[in-house]
Nanobody, 128 residues
Framework: QVQLVESGGGLAQTGGSLRLACSASRRTFSLLIMAWFREAPGKEREFVAGITYRGGGTSYADSVKGRFTISRNVAENTMYLQMNSLNPDDTAVYYC?????????????????????WGQGTQVTVSS
């Protein structure tokens, strides 16, 4: 079982930055494909960014490409999402998710149904 805990959410102004962190409880953190999703009020949860095990590959939603950067620190069992040039459309609850290594998947999945483990979410609010 993997437990994921997000942190770093909060309030930012348009054009500002925030960094989210997702800490994992499992020692095999490096084997997990991980991702960030977000859910805005009245909208479906959507893929934001994902990263393969050991950080060899990344994938981004078009809406955040060039503004957000996903990374992971294997030694700290932590994944990050650096969010720059924030705008009000980025306001949402952000969730980190992970795919179990037992699935033997090698690429980032954009569908939430592919993910086995989820954090509790952290609120990001961007004011105009």
């Amino acid at each position: 079982q993997v437990q994921l805990v997000e942190s770093g959410g909060g309030l930012a102004q348009t054009g500002g930055s925030l960094r989210l962190a997702c800490s994992a409880s499992r020692r095999t953190f490096s084997l997990l494909i991980m991702a960030w999703f977000r859910e805005a009020p009245g909208k479906e949860r959507e893929f934001v960014a994902g990263i393969t095990y050991r950080g060899g590959g990344t994938s981004y939603a078009d809406s955040v490409k060039g503004r957000f950067t996903i990374s992971r620190n294997v030694a700290e069992n932590t994944m990050y999402l650096q969010m720059n040039s924030l705008n009000p459309d980025d306001t949402a609850v952000y969730y980190c998710a992970a795919i179990s290594p037992t699935r033997r998947r090698v690429d980032v999945a954009r569908s939430q149904s592919a993910y086995d483990y989820w954090g509790q979410g952290t609120q990001v609010t961007v004011s105009s």
